[in-house]
């Protein structure tokens, strides 16, 4: 009969401490949970912004390579325009003369 009171304080004695420390083990968890939330924001934070200026640097270069294109290819066909106004009016004033 002693050994069977033994065991049942025993087995009340771990129940209470169980019982105990369990909300502190909670509050634990809790306080851990919110530190791993906030650095794993703050590291898609970080992300977002490193794929932001990734795509702002491509849309800068990709804007001034257009921008060279188009100036070249308006240099070009203002030359284009040029000569042909030249040659058109070498040619009117040829019949001109001829007359």
């Given at each position: 009969?002693?050994k069977?009171n ?5 087995l009340?004695?771990?129940?209470a ?9 909670a509050?634990q ?7 791993n ?11 977002t912004?490193h794929?932001i ?8 270069h990709?804007?001034?390579h257009?921008?060279k294109v188009a ?7 203002t030359?284009?325009v040029?000569?042909?106004?030249k040659?058109g009016?070498?040619k ?6 001829d007359?």
């Amino acid at each position: 009969m002693h050994k069977r009171n033994l065991s049942a304080i025993v087995l009340a004695s771990s129940l209470a401490f169980l019982m105990s420390a369990s909300p502190m083990l909670a509050l634990q968890s809790a306080k851990q949970d919110m530190k791993n939330a906030g650095t794993e924001t703050k590291e898609a934070a970080k992300d977002t912004g490193h794929g932001i200026a990734k795509g702002s640097k491509k849309a800068y270069h990709k804007t001034e390579h257009g921008t060279k294109v188009a100036a070249h290819k308006t240099v070009k066909g203002t030359k284009k325009v040029a000569h042909k106004t030249k040659r058109g009016t070498e040619k009117a004033l040829d019949k001109v003369e001829d007359k």
